[in-house]
């Protein structure tokens, strides 16, 4: 497969050696290029002979000597976003398949695929790729990789991920692990089906690839109230939800002492339901797994309170009535945040959202929809409404169910603010100051 060559940063290597937009690159060292992963690979080598050809299709081939890192300066025009490998399995937890009819059709589009994983930290099952794929993986040496795991039993695997090849996850992770290659791991837990015995046989078979295996998140299953003709699953109680937390600390004693590191984590998630504190920031060490919702509470109280202990000078706070609107699980939280830094002059008003469009056992703040926020702070009187970033759809300022955030605010008459996950600019927020 060539690539079509779009731009070509003026002053670059590539440049500077005559290549310009519009030409097609063929091969690199005789080596196809079949996407960008290809790309990158192959460019970050000493020597280099790309092969080129032109929009007549006259062909010749470009030497370039260069530091390894030195990038060439280049932007082809196919995109992994453009065209990603989609999933195949029907995972019983499958959140997409839980989506109500009549949404953008972006939301229910499941990818699979390795180079996102590799590129952008998306979670795979290993269970769609071709054994060509697989030997591409390993030969880039794609690496740490993002693994959809949920239980290395082969045979509850199968039955989860309803896919023939799902129980050959133990053998890819080894492949991996034979060449070098590192992984972070999710398990999306599910009552008395993935926990329990299965869930210590899933985080020791998972230990025993260590180092090579990272770490394990471990995340309960969400469920809408979109799921007619769906597996039979429930949400977990707060008795289930602690047993697991329990299970994963003492394993990460035994971790800690083996290898350094807790490995096993819960999300923030499973210690709301099971009504136990947050932990401390440094139990999440370098918060490998962020963005399945795992240490980012923790990290937000730590940010917030080094921020009001480096600039604990309120007098430019704003005389205001703030209200932070957000999902139902952590709200507790956040009025314990905000109570215990009180910036004066400043009423703080933590509002839960009830998921109404999903259904009530959603309770985070990132899948709350506009028209929820809008019908239930009708009526309210505040200066401002912070609501956290995650509600909109990433570069653009829509909620999950296309309101626009004009016209939220257009509806309740107050300006609404996003606000990143970070805890300084939450305390700047809630002061109605610049950062």
């Known amino acids: 497969m060539s690539q079509r060559i779009v731009s070509v940063f003026p002053g670059s290597l590539a440049a500077r050696h005559g290549i310009s937009a519009g030409e097609t690159l063929i091969s690199i060292n005789r080596t196809p290029v079949l996407d960008f992963v290809d790309y990158q690979y192959l460019t970050a080598r000493p020597s280099l002979d790309l092969l080129l050809e032109d929009e007549n299709g006259v062909q010749r081939t470009v030497h370039i000597h260069k530091h390894t890192e030195d990038p060439l300066g280049m932007t082809l025009e196919s995109s992994l976003m453009s065209c990603p490998k989609t999933c195949a399995n029907h995972c019983v937890f499958c959140f997409i398949e839980q989506m109500p009819p009549g949404m953008r059709p972006s939301l229910y589009v499941r ?188 990290r937000l109280r730590d940010e917030f309170q080094t921020a009001c202990r480096l600039d604990p000078d309120n007098s430019e706070a704003k005389p205001r009535r703030v209200i932070m609107a957000t999902g139902t699980s952590v709200a507790p939280f956040m009025r314990e945040l905000v109570s215990a830094f009180p910036i004066p002059g400043v009423e703080i008003a933590v509002k839960p959202i009830v998921n109404h469009f999903f259904g009530e056992t959603v309770t985070v703040s990132g899948l709350i929809t506009g028209q929820d926020l809008v019908n239930q702070l009708q009526g309210e009187q505040a200066d401002e409404i912070l609501i956290t970033a995650c509600m909109l759809r990433e570069g653009e300022d829509i909620f999950l169910d296309d309101m626009t955030l004009n016209k939220a605010q257009e509806l309740l008459g107050i300006r609404i603010t996003p606000v990143p996950d970070d805890g300084a600019d939450l305390l700047y927020a809630l002061r109605g100051t610049e950062v």
Not at 178 to 188: A, D, P, T, W
Not at 246 to 253: I, M, N, R, S
Not at 258 to 265: A, I
Request: charged share 20%; proline share 6%.
């Open 111 to 298: 990818d699979d695929d390795w180079r996102l994983s590799l590129m952008a930290g998306n979670f795979v099952t290993l269970t769609n790729l071709p054994k060509q794929e697989m030997d591409r993986m390993i030969e880039r040496k794609a690496s740490p990789i993002y693994v959809s795991v949920h239980t290395t039993n082969g045979q509850l695997r199968n039955k989860m991920l309803h896919h023939v090849h799902a129980d050959r996850i133990m053998e890819h992770l080894r492949r991996f692990a034979e060449n070098n290659m590192s992984f972070h791991c999710q398990v999306v837990l599910c009552p008395q089906i993935n926990d329990g015995s299965e869930l210590d046989r899933t985080l020791s078979d998972l230990a025993s690839l260590a180092p090579h295996a990272l770490t394990v998140a471990l995340v309960p299953v969400g469920l809408t109230k979109f799921r007619e003709h769906l597996y039979p699953l429930r949400p977990y109680t707060q008795e289930e939800a602690l047993m697991v937390v329990q299970q994963a600390e003492a394993f990460q004693k035994e971790m800690l002492s083996k290898h350094g590191t807790r490995f096993v984590f819960p999300s923030d998630e499973f210690y709301q339901i099971a009504g136990l504190p947050i932990p401390d920031a440094d139990t999440y060490e370098d918060f490998p797994q962020f963005e399945n919702g795992v240490g980012l509470l923790a």
